[in-house]
């Protein structure tokens, strides 16, 4: 069964430094998220990515937030300098379309520590 | 703007108890409502979602919901659960004909099963 695969599963960085998360959507979807748990809340919507540009982004998805699909395969968050709330489980999705009756692919998180 | 509430913060159960988890959501529209699971280390996995037609829907691994509409509930339900079934579960809504797919989760209900 084709999964989203993301690396790595845990990161620790320290207060201000940049970090890269990296994430391998399903091959023939087009279409890619990025959401987070802050632990003990609920999981929040950041942004979607289409056609190599953000399509949608939440008001969580701030100047210090930046996606990118390098290449053909990978797709990334930066976060420029990180925060101490930003410590969180970030997770990748991916879906064929943008239609709500169709399924999210998720990958199975990166957990984020900020010291 | 819709929202997601999951009643229990954690349940635990014995093995071969009956298992259901709440949810409730808002939104004055027709949505489309998912179950997702994540086990230790793992991705989100879907567990069943409902589009349209029959409120009782049944997904993988013996799990089951129902869609009551006049409650705006979807709850989650297994007659007889496993120790196999600790994980967390999500509960997702979504606007049914979204123009874009923003998932909107609950906070989530850790299951604990003993042996």
């Known amino acids: 069964e084709p999964e989203v695969t993301q690396t790595p599963s845990h990161q620790v960085t320290q207060m201000g430094q940049e970090v890269i998360l990296r994430c391998v959507p399903i091959?023939?979807?087009?279409?890619f998220y990025w959401y987070r748990q802050i632990l003990g809340q609920k999981v929040e919507f950041l942004v979607s990515?289409?056609?190599?540009?953000?399509?949608?982004k939440s008001e969580i998805f701030d100047d210090q937030f930046s996606v990118e699909r390098p290449d053909g395969s990978n797709f990334t968050l930066k976060i420029r300098s990180t925060k101490l709330e930003d410590s969180a489980m970030y997770f990748c999705a991916s879906t064929p379309s943008a239609v709500g009756n169709t399924e999210a692919f998720f990958g199975q998180g990166t957990r984020l520590t900020v010291v | 703007a819709q929202s997601v509430s999951q009643h229990n913060h954690h349940v635990i159960l014995s093995e071969a108890a009956s298992l259901e988890l709440g949810c409730n959501y808002s939104y004055g529209g027709t949505v489309n409502l998912f179950w997702y699971v994540q086990y230790p280390g793992q991705h989100l996995q879907l567990l069943l979602k409902y589009f349209s037609g029959d409120p009782l829907v049944k997904g993988i691994k013996g799990f089951e919901a129902e869609f009551i509409k006049s409650k705006f509930s979807f709850n989650l339900r297994k007659p007889s659960v496993q120790w196999s079934d600790t994980a967390e579960y999500f509960c997702?809504?979504?606007?049914?004909?979204?123009?874009?797919?923003?998932?909107?989760f609950g906070k989530g209900t850790k299951l604990s099963v003993i042996p």
């Open positions: 997702a809504v979504i606007p049914a004909g979204a123009g874009s797919y923003q998932l909107t």
């Open positions: 990515f289409y056609n190599n540009e953000i399509s949608e």
């Open positions: 091959s023939n979807h087009l279409y």
